[in-house]
């Protein structure tokens, strides 16, 4: 029996859930971990990443020296780098030791080790350059939902502070932008109204777009107690056969990227059988006229021949909905992830104003935040159009706020709304974005379309990697500064339930890694000396210092003190030190005062099957992975779910020769991978479903860069592709088999 | 509404609808447990809350018994203790208790003989290694069930495990004693939170006390050494 070192208490790196774990450490390594049983978020529970998925923090691979290109410390002309050498990728399968010296010839993009003066005196002086040389729209960040708020807040901070730039984003906009765009023009607000554990409080419950089983195994649970033990009603709205369906009321399988005509139709059956709450659309919405004009066409035979759902289901559906006395909808990336994106979140947040479902506890509308803390880093401010707090950076008085607590100049701050994540890469051209700061992000795996993302990468003159691996996309990095994971720092992540949580190191840094807050403050002492811009404080000796800076400002965190939290999490809003925070939103009013109807139209998904792509692809994740596979595929728990495959079902299959197992072709307009097929009724005729987390066959290899207009977001959840058998040996590895008995 | 009834002589009052157990601990009597948890459903299977109620022919599972009006309990009579006793001593005749130092402090403080029944036939199995994240060594396993409630609808829904066999046969196994991977096992350790001996383990921990470095359990998911073959158990 092992006696721990010590035991330390944090909230899990992975999903939005942000459950507690205590870290059993022994000789500076997790050899176990355990949840409090009366932890408020997962009362103890924890799924196969939250347990077991740590090794990554002691993986070999793991890059614990800062590292630069040769050409950078023998001055080479850089743009001969670009146009010789940045196209060369690194493979990320090998560890950076034998990136290092496996070379046979010395070349200018080899990787040097080198110490932390030497990369961050290259980093700044390189910016600089840039930026002296093109101005501020040269230069462009990405922050990262996986870092600490205090992490991000520094980050969207030295950009906008020192290089007076609103280029600014993160993943959230590859995520839930959709309905984040929807949910402030409709209530004010983008993040969940209620809290994920109000779900028993429910008679009946939506999800859609969710598989919350792989994606939220902690929510899942507190569903399947809502239908089991407090007999709530669960409806199931997504195009594969997820697992809740097995503990749901009803499953309606749409076509993917058919939301609008589905929920609008009922919407129509709502408002056709009189089941709205009149007094909550009179008191507390508006534009309701305009909208009913509106709904006239959306009739359920309408949406089914459209969703392939029976018009007698969506009726259903709605009555059990709209009759019930609380109903809440909870909604993940099958929802914002299409061209329309917006309005299919729209469509949603419809049905709980026509109910009034929604500003009473177990009830509400519920986007399911993916990572650890996108709520945290979306509310610091890592956004183009956004200051921490949600304050446009457009208006005039929220940049003399922030000019005033960074003590810049009046004026000094851009007014002018930044470049969005998919628009930051597709602008990196001569005269367009010239240097980009990657921290803990990896685009080469999650923008979609990943062979014109590859082309733009190489086009960046600068990339900075701070990360703890060389992903897909630290091996086009010029520079590699190697920040800690979660269980070697110290800060706060908020969670999708807004609840404000601790973050603790649980032993030192491992090499010469530094957490990031650390790193990011170091750097920009020294850009700031160098701008002559001796501008906000950058001096921190602890994060928390961070945190009050920005709480100091942002009045949803006002109230917030790491002494506060210590033991247990605040939902914000926390307007004072002493509020104990804001489980349910919107109860009197909402944030923009009334909530607003915008009347729909039914836009089909960019690319529709054909004889020539006869399939639709959507793509998603699974329980033992998390995103692009930095931290997951070097960890255990890349064994037990080894490889990619593509779901399909059985009767495509046959027609298609295919059996389980058989290695297929996955073609799209824009590429192709080879990998297994499983042969599964989960997925329902003509659509195949891949997950995203192999970089052997990555699903965004084939995905659709077409955009939402308003949310930026792309159309990751349906494109057209054709599948055909293929020979083992364009396998990448056909050594490695999948055995699982799960869902 | 609130009841009255005697514990040890001492007249308490507690809220209609706690057991016993609950009663006890809200009053600072100190009823020991081993297959309780606050997060399962008390099933009354090891016996160790055993208490005394004056009427009632047999000893009483605190854990599940609710306390009544005029009840009259005892927690430390001499029958109560013999039971307790008894019982650790039936537990470390036929277990390997060396993962359950609570058990082990129970043993000291109810002067429990580990040898009192010298022939008994010891519950010995091979460590099952059959997955990457965690062992069962059934050598240690006392049947609690929380590892079986936490994963049907004490928490995960699951219902990858169950009880397999009869009387002293009695083992947790999966259908067909299938190896985890090809389950409804969904690997995510409840029942490694809840398991009170040891006998579930997470792998790391599993690893360490065979003596391999923290350096090379962790290059175990490179490909060269896969974690489920590591102490050559078969993993059918």
Redesign the interface.
Known sequence: MIKPDHITTTTCPYCGVGCTLELHVKDDFIFKVTSPFDSPVNHGNLCVKGRFGYDFVYHPKRVLTPMVRRYLLESVQSSVISEQWRSRKDAPDLGYQSLITNYQSQTPWDWIETDWNTALDITANKLIEIYQRDGSDAMAVYCCAKATNEDNYLLQKLYRALFRTNNVDHCTRLCHAGSVVALQQAVGSSAMSNTASQVTMNDVFIVTGSNTTENHPIISLQMKEAVEKHGAKMIVIDPRRIELVDFAEMWLPLKPGTNVPLFTAMAYVIVEENLVNHDFIDDRTEGYPEFLASLEKFTPEYAEQICGVPAEDIRKAARLYAKAKNAAIYWGMGISQLSHGTASAMALIHLAFLTGHIGRDGTGLNPLRGQNNVQGASDMGAMPFHYPGYMRVDDEANAAQWEKTWNIEPGGLSRRLGLTTTEILSHAYEGGIRALYIMGENPMMSEPNLNETRKHMEQLEFLVAQDIFINESAAFADVFLPATPFAEKDGTFSNTDRRVQRVRAAQPPRGQSRPDWQILCDLAQRIEARLGRPTARWDYTHPEQILREMAGVNPDYAGITYERIDKVGLIYPVPDLTHPGTPTLFTQSFPRGRGKFTPLDYVPVREQADDEYPFILTTGRLLEHWHGGTMTRNSALNEAYPEARVEIHPADAEIHGIRNGDPVKVQSRRGEVVLRATVTEKTSVGVVFIPWHFHEAAANLLTNDALDPQAKIPEFKACAVQVFPARENELSNPDVMLSRGRY | MTITFSMDGKEISVEQGLTLLDAARENGTDIPTICF???TTSNALCRICVVEVEGMRLLQPACIVQAAEGMKVQTRSERVVRARKTILEMLASTLDL??A?EILTLMDQYGAKADRFPEAERRESAVKDD????IRDYSKCLLCWRCVQ?CA?D????FAINFEGRGYETQIGTFFD?AI??????????C??VCPT?ALK????YL??QGLS??E??????GRK???KVTGQKSE
């Open positions: 948890h606050e997060a060396s993962d130092p997955n990457p994240m965690y936490v609808d928490a995960q829904y699951t299938h991977p090809e389950t409804t096992c969904v690997l995510c350790g409840q490694v939170g040891g997470p792998k790391r921990e360490l006390e923290p350096q359990i962790s290059v175990m998911n490179t896969r974690r489920s």
